[in-house]
């Protein structure tokens, strides 16, 4: 490898002895390939022209009142597909095919990912197969369809946990066998280098946007900013143009299922460091070293890990990690549906919440952003469940 | 100089490396097929200490891997069960693993521990040789070889580090993609072994697909050091969990089949 792969001591390309050609042939095309003018203004053209870029940072007239101080949304939700992950896909498609790729592979827990992979293999002409965790495939149905619309192909993972941490095994196993003509598009900033640097350039946009955004809106840098972690890539996305400024607060909320001290998705919360899926970072798992299962109502974020990055900031303390409940996501979804018209997908919805929480001891003209990394509409049958349940 | 670096220096002929995940199916039925295996004419146990998330395996050995963690299977049984294996035969141990269940030891106290329970080679599935360092300098410190992996996708430049590494064999990665039975020998592989029998003394033992007879001899006409046979051994045992003797009978029978 050409580049350092650690970030602080975390990251590191812990794959199989025939992966090592994929992740050099793929360093090089990050070094060489992503940074030219051709592949940005193509990559440019397909990011406002179809995915709909640059996306609005919104100011929350009613929940500002009711919380107490000035709160933005970050409208990634309004993106084509849906969510955050297609600034990735597209990225790393148009990658692939400047690599002379033919054929993608995904791994996806909620579904957004695949979908965003679907709609970037369709318009760049690439086969897309997408797996996806048999638990998933029955709460993210909607997702399945779009999928299956959009010419990809599903492939039911049964293996492990089945769910996003045995669909990344699965996707492994495949590249590993057709690691010539495939590019696994992973979703999120996990996996070896140079994806977690990779998916983190291509996230930024976020970050960048939001940046100017709320100079034009408030002549000032924001006071907190506030994204849910899967993997980690849309806070990433969001935290990257902020890291400098010591004066914005960012927060990562995990996914605190039943409790930290119950079955949970809050990997830097309540794990500790070790290697899966090609990455040094922390992880959800037993004294020996097996990985545990995680659990989170919210399809994207029940993973045991989370991507290098994040480890480092949490070691560093530059930001902020906790976790939000699975009601107390559960709420935020209904209260932002009801409070500014907008449905947010239950992931989003963890940072909702926990802007909810931490609104009430900032000053009435603190800002804060909350990073709305996806629409809502898979999640409707989950949260009508727990509605049904609740009446 | 340690079993394993004797077997290859004294061998006559190719050698036959079997491999099965400890504590598939449980603990005492994986003692017992490591006594099928002598019995077969196995030269080298390769056993599998089972990880959660084994993503260079095909569902064969997947299986097998949760197989044995439902019975019990961890980083302190896995030593045990060797140690009691280890009173009973002088055969050379490998290990095969996954990295985290080593550094979740602490690199040093795992090769220490490997060592003491009569391991005498270990092979990290997920580590290359980038991040290697540390872990071949507490196998060296612990006098166990450490094992490096080769592919039909190393390039030269890769292959010519990777051979710097003081190996007690080289483990080369016969077929694209994870462990499981493949029909046919890959000629890719084939050359690719030759390659490096021309740039090393090291043995080289190639894996994963190698199911029968006829694979295994043409491995050993094309200079293979040491033949490595899982997933058609580790079949055997999932077939058979409802009678451990045929299960063991089976197993001796596949491995003398594959010596012969
Ligand atoms: C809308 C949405 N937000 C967030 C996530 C979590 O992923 P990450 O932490 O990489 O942003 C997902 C994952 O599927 C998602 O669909």
């Known amino acids: ?38 592949f940005q203004a193509e990559l440019a053209e397909y990011m406002t022209k179809f995915a709909g870029r640059e996306t609005p940072l919104t100011f929350c007239r009613n929940m500002s009142r009711e919380l107490g101080c000035r709160v933005y949304l970050k409208r990634e939700d309004l993106l084509h597909s849906g969510a955050h992950k297609i600034n990735n896909a597209l990225g790393q498609a148009l990658l692939a095919k400047y690599m002379g790729k033919k054929r993608l592979i995904a791994e996806t827990g909620a579904g957004q990912h695949g979908v965003a992979t679907a709609i970037a293999g369709a318009v760049l002409g690439l086969k897309v197969d997408v797996f996806m965790g048999d638990i998933d495939i ?20 049964s293996s492990g946990t089945r769910t996003l941490k045995d669909a990344i095994n699965e996707a492994l196993r495949d590249w590993v066998a057709q690691v010539r003509d495939t590019h696994y598009l992973i979703g999120t900033v996990v996996g070896p280098h140079p994806f977690p640097l990779l998916v983190r350039d291509l996230q930024s946009v976020i970050g960048k946007e939001a940046r100017r955004q709320i100079f034009e809106a408030e002549g000032r840098l924001p006071d907190c900013i506030v994204a849910c972690i899967g993997g980690g890539s849309n806070a990433i996305g969001i935290f990257h143009a902020f890291i400098g400024d010591p004066s914005v607060r960012l927060f990562g909320v995990e996914a605190g299922g039943e409790g ?62 906790q976790a939000v409940t699975d009601t107390e996501a559960l709420e935020a979804f209904l209260y ?33 952003i909350i990073n709305l990394s996806g629409r809502g509409d898979k999640d409707v049958e989950t949260v009508n469940r727990y509605l049904e349940m609740g009446s | ?113 490997a ?7 270990v092979v990290v599935a997920d580590l290359p040789y980038e991040e290697a360092g540390e872990y071949i300098g507490a196998a060296e410190q612990a006098g166990i070889s450490p094992v490096m992996m080769v592919s039909t996708t190393t390039s030269p430049e890769r292959l010519s580090r990777i051979l710097s590494v003081k190996s007690g064999f080289i483990y080369l990665v016969a077929a694209l993609g994870v462990t499981g039975v493949r029909r046919e020998v890959n000629p890719e592989a084939l050359r690719y072994l ?4 021309q740039a090393t003394s090291t043995p080289v033992a190639p894996g994963f697909g190698i199911s029968d007879r006829e694979q295994v001899q043409e491995w050993f006409r094309a200079g293979a050091d040491a033949v490595i046979v899982g997933s058609a051994l580790v079949r055997l045992i999932g077939e058979n969990l409802d009678s451990r003797q045929e299960m063991n009978r089976k197993i001796t029978a596949c491995v003398r089949e594959l010596k012969e």
């Open chain 1, 336 to 368: 932002l549906s009801r409070t500014e018209g907008i449905i947010p997908a239950l992931e989003s919805s963890h940072a909702v919440a926990y802007a909810r929480k931490i609104a009430p001891a900032l000053k009435k003209d603190s800002i804060l």
């Open chain 1, 1 to 38: 490898m050409r580049l350092n792969t650690r970030m602080g001591e975390y990251g590191g390309c812990f794959v199989s002895e025939t992966l090592m050609y994929a992740l050099e042939e793929l360093e090089s095309a990050y070094l060489n390939i992503l940074p030219g003018t051709e």
């Open chain 2, 1 to 113: 100089m340690n079993r394993i670096e004797e077997v290859f220096q004294k061998r006559k002929t190719g050698l036959l490396m079997t491999f099965t995940v400890a504590g598939d199916p449980d603990y005492d039925t994986s003692l017992s097929i490591m006594r099928a295996l002598l019995q077969g004419g196995a030269d080298i146990i390769e056993l599998g200490l089972p990880f959660s998330d084994p993503a260079a395996d095909g569902p064969v050995i997947q299986q097998a891997d949760q197989r044995a963690i439902e019975s019990g299977m961890n980083t302190d049984v896995f030593f045990r069960l060797v140690s009691e294996f280890r009173k009973e035969s002088d055969i050379p141990l490998v290990v095969l693993t996954y990295t985290n269940l080593i550094l979740q030891r602490e690199i040093a106290k795992f090769y220490q521990d």
């Open chain 2, 194 to 197: 030759e390659m490096i029998k």
């Open chain 1, 260 to 321: 930290l001290d119950a079955k949970h998705g809050a990997t830097l919360c309540g794990g500790r460091p070790g290697v899966l899926h090609g990455n040094y970072s922390y992880l959800l798992q037993d004294a020996f070293g097996q990985i545990l299962e995680s659990h989170s109502v919210s399809a994207g974020l029940d993973y045991p890990g989370v991507g290098p990055e994040h480890a480092m900031h949490k070691d560093s303390g530059r930001v902020t990690y």
């Open chain 2, 115 to 121: 060592a003491n329970a009569g391991i005498d080679a």
């Open chain 1, 138 to 157: 029955e709460r993210q149905a909607l997702n399945v369809s779009r999928m299956k619309m959009l010419g990809a192909r599903v492939i039911p993972v």
